[in-house]
């Protein structure tokens, strides 16, 4: 199984970027997708969720109603579209999955998921 991140890279506060996460090796349409996100010095943080279906989706307070996460279940990918964004938003972005998941998301989370990507580096300037 491999999850593969693209699209980080420097952006300016309030600013846009979208990653994406490519999944291989798995049946993608079984798996809820998450980002989460570790600045230096800081443990791992639930960013955003979608379930396997797609239809539904889950946020941590510090990015709801900025950023949107979705997915492509042809393209085996999942996306996160980061909008106005802040220099607090800078991180390694780590995508990961969950088979058959469908309750509530939150950093504790982290240890449970059955696959981690490699992770891309989102540096916001101010």
């Known amino acids: 199984v491999q999850l593969q991140a693209s699209g980080g890279g420097l952006v300016q506060a309030g600013g846009s970027l979208r990653l994406s996460c490519a999944a291989s090796?798995?049946?993608?349409?079984?798996?809820?997708m998450a980002w989460f996100r570790q600045a230096p010095g800081k443990e791992r943080e639930f960013v955003a969720a979608?379930?396997?279906?797609?239809?539904?989706?889950s946020y941590a307070n510090s990015v709801k109603g900025r950023f949107t996460i979705s997915r492509e279940n042809t393209k085996n990918t999942v996306y996160l579209q980061m909008n106005t964004v802040k220099p607090e938003d800078t991180a390694v972005y780590y995508c990961a999955a969950r088979r058959w998941y469908s309750g509530s998301w939150s950093s504790s989370l982290r240890d449970t998921m059955n696959y981690w990507g490699k992770g891309t580096q989102v540096t916001v300037s101010s």
């Open positions: 090796g798995l049946t993608f349409s079984s798996y809820s």
């Open positions: 979608i379930n396997w279906s797609g239809g539904g989706t």
